[in-house]
T-cell receptor
């Protein structure tokens, strides 16, 4: 099986940088995804990591260390609209089904 | 862009009613999923399908059934709705196989209230 752990809630200031961590345990590893979900809306895909290292996409970057079972999502130049829940999802080996973490609720304040 | 469309955004049903939630995707994806999302519990998989007429139980299939007669359409059925099935229901699709995974693309969700 798979186990994913992320903080429940984080707060940050507009314009700052925030790092949301995700640790996982899985038998086999096929990839890790990050999703953003605004209140009352569907999750939207942010990033995908399958190899170790940093993937950068504009203000958002995602990092993966497979040996440590660890990923983080880095959000720079925070904006109020970044207030949302951020979900980490892991694919284990031989599975069609990702396992989702419970999400980290990020609150950005002025 | 992948489009996953759920037939209803909000739905109110009575206890004991049979409820159909419809989902259609337009990208020829093999895999389709039904999740429910509740505060503090995250996303929980109800059923998924990796091909037409194929279905597999997820973590919480009790009280639900599914139908996939065509590749683009995946229906969730609540045989006899109960108040504990009040939730946000999310449909998703992907093109992955068991050895290669692509992102799940989600529909906008159906907020079901059972009274």
């Amino acid at each position: 099986g798979q186990n994913i752990d992320q903080p429940t809630e984080m707060t940050a200031t507009e314009g700052a940088i925030v790092q949301i961590n995700c640790t996982y345990q899985t038998s086999g590893f096929n990839g890790l995804f990050w999703y953003q979900q605004h209140a009352g809306e569907a999750p939207t895909f942010l990033s995908y990591n399958v190899l170790d290292g940093l993937e950068e996409k504009g203000r958002f970057s995602s990092f993966l260390s497979r040996s440590k079972g660890y990923s983080y999502l880095l959000l720079k130049e925070l904006q109020m609209k970044d207030s949302a829940s951020y979900l980490c999802a892991v694919w284990g080996g031989g599975s069609y089904i990702p396992t989702f973490g419970r999400g980290t609720s990020l609150i950005v304040h002025p | 862009d992948v489009k996953v469309t759920q037939s209803s955004r909000y739905l109110v049903k009575r206890t004991g009613e049979k409820v159909f939630l419809e989902c259609v995707q337009d990208m020829d994806h093999e895999n389709m999923f039904w999740y429910r999302q509740d505060p503090g519990l995250g996303l929980r998989l109800i059923y998924f399908s990796y091909d037409v007429k194929m279905k597999e139980k997820g973590d919480i299939p009790e009280g639900y059934s599914v139908s996939r007669e065509k590749k683009e359409r995946f229906s969730l059925i609540l045989e006899s709705a109960s108040t504990n099935q009040t939730s946000m229901y999310l449909c998703a699709s992907s093109s992955g196989t068991s050895s290669y995974n692509s992102p799940l693309h989600f529909g906008n969700g159906t907020r079901l209230t059972v009274t």
